[in-house]
């Protein structure tokens, strides 16, 4: 297995301690892993190199390539080595991500904004410009980090509210549609770890908001800024 120096190309949300990048970062994996409830990558194995043990980030992924919750495994690194335990025999992959140092502070960190004549809504669409390649901010002791955007594309058979959030368990940006189940308010997404669902009322407890619209005719109105930070 090789070790891959690269800023991220794809949407990374992990929910851990709160880093944020160096010039690039280092990718270990992806190691996979069959039917097991322990795994452990010693320090001499990724030879990520961190100086801390919060700078390492781990990400688990299905065997379809859907990112895992944190609520699914515990994690643990010590010294650099990392242990991995799942309550329930998992098959997948991992990838370990270092070395990372503190937060970004950019005014378009996780931002939403509108594009293609307000019929496309995109999340953190300047955050691959940041330094390091990606934004990142901790919320309740977890931290989210994304690099390239999520975008959302409305058709013109729905009217409702948009509610757009981070989920900190499943790390995945949700596009949350007031309209019900079965509107088809959807033309189009694109970017990775995101989620659609429909029938939402409002923002849920406990994901960090970032963003609430309108929708008619086939288009968005009335952003709103709903971000902590």
Known sequence: MKLSKSVLACVLLLAGLAVAPAVALTTYGPVTVTSQTFLSIPASTHQLGCSSDTA??????????????????????????????WSNAFTGTVKLVGCFTG??????????????????????????????????RTVSSVGYRAANE???????????????????????????FSSGIGSNCVSGTSGSHHEVRYGVTGFPTGGVNLSHVAYSGGSFSSLVDDRPF
Not at 63 to 71: A, C, D, F, M, Y
Not at 105 to 132: I, K
């Open 103 to 136: 937060d970004t502070s950019v005014s378009t960190d996780f931002d939403t904004t509108l594009h293609l004549t307000n019929t496309q809504l995109a999340v953190c669409h300047s955050c691959s410009a940041n330094s390091g390649g990606y934004a990142q």
């Open 150 to 176: 999520v975008t959302v594309t409305i058709n013109s058979s729905c009217t409702g509210t948009l509610y757009n959030w981070m989920d900190p368990d499943t790390q995945k940006v949700v596009f949350g």
């Open 56 to 85: 390492i980030s781990t990400a688990v992924y299905d065997n379809g390539g859907s990112i895992q919750p944190r609520s699914s495994r515990s994690v643990s690194v010590s010294s650099g080595n990392v242990s991995i335990s």
